[in-house]
């Protein structure tokens, strides 16, 4: 069976929320890091195009074509990376809200918990004096 209360049900709705944050993080990061390994991949095609020996000059056209389909990845890659920082931000907004519906949801049940002790306390006091006046 599962939670009954609001802020029990909230409660597992923040920890799915914030999982989901941490996958965003997660891609995000393999994305920079996928960043940083086209980065120096293009470094080193540069440095072969700029190389003065004559193995490299044969294959000057390749190299070319290498660093214009890196730079083609390159741009895919930082597209990606926005749009991931958009979701995470979007997810991370998403659990602080319901993280604050939760502890709404518990302040809320607090409140009414002691409500209702205040009432069941005030229904004993009258409650008691009546019976005993039944009785007599």
């Known amino acids: 069976m599962g939670p009954n209360k609001k802020s029990d049900k909230l409660k597992r709705l923040v920890a799915v ?6 996958m965003a993080e997660s891609d995000l990061g393999i ?8 980065a120096r991949s293009m470094d080193t095609v540069m440095d072969a195009i700029g190389s003065l020996e004559p193995l490299h000059r044969l294959f000057a056209q390749n190299y ?3 660093f214009d ?15 991931q920082e958009m979701k995470l931000m ?5 659990g602080d809200r319901l993280e604050e519906n939760m502890k709404d949801a518990r302040d809320h049940e607090e409140r009414q918990r002691d409500d209702d002790a205040i009432y069941d306390l005030i ?10 006046k039944l009785q007599e």
């Not at 979007?90 to 998403?94: I, S």
Request: charged share 35%; aromatic share 2%.
């Open 90 to 94: 979007r997810e991370r907004a998403k």
């Open 17 to 22: 929320q914030r999982h989901m944050e941490r």
């Open 69 to 83: 389909r890196l730079s083609n990845t390159d741009k895919q890659l930082h597209g990606l990376q926005q749009v």
């Open 123 to 132: 229904d004993l006091q009258f409650a008691t004096p009546a019976s005993s």
């Open 31 to 38: 994305t920079a890091q996928r960043i940083e390994e086209n």
């Open 64 to 66: 070319a074509d290498r």
